[in-house]
Nanobody, 119 residues
Framework: VQLVESGGGLVQAGGSLRLSCQASGRTISTDDMAWFRQAPGKELEFVAYISWSGGSTDYADSVKGRFTISRVNAKNMMYLQMISLKHEDTAVYYC?????????????WGQGTRVTVSS
């Protein structure tokens, strides 16, 4: 599976962005998916999770109430709607999928899209 993120950019604090993750190679409709981010000088951080059906989601405390993860399996797409953006949301955002229970990691990742929030 190949993942390509898009939708990043420069936005003022308090603004909104919608990130997209397009999958190709095979269907992701049976895979759990997630968003992660990595801020400058910091480690990779979990942002949001969505189950294969979309019926279950989870968020990092830092983004709860501001970010919404969703997916459209028919389009092989996943999204991250971000509102009320803060300077500390500045990071490269990655989509990931195919949770590997044995390895305890996601099997495939995108290349990332940069989000910069100006304060």
């Amino acid at each position: 599976v190949q993942l390509v993120e898009s939708g990043g950019g420069l936005v003022q604090a308090g603004g909104s962005l919608r990130l997209s993750c397009q999958a190709s190679g095979r269907t992701i409709s049976t895979d759990d998916m997630a968003w992660f981010r990595q801020a400058p000088g910091k480690e990779l951080e979990f942002v949001a999770y969505i189950s294969w059906s979309g019926g279950s989601t989870d968020y990092a405390d830092s983004v709860k109430g501001r970010f919404t993860i969703s997916r459209v399996n028919a389009k092989n797409m996943m999204y991250l709607q971000m509102i009320s953006l803060k300077h500390e949301d500045t990071a490269v955002y990655y989509c990931a999928g195919g949770w590997n229970r044995e390895a305890q990691k996601y099997d495939y990742w995108g290349q990332g899209t940069r989000v910069t929030v100006s304060s």
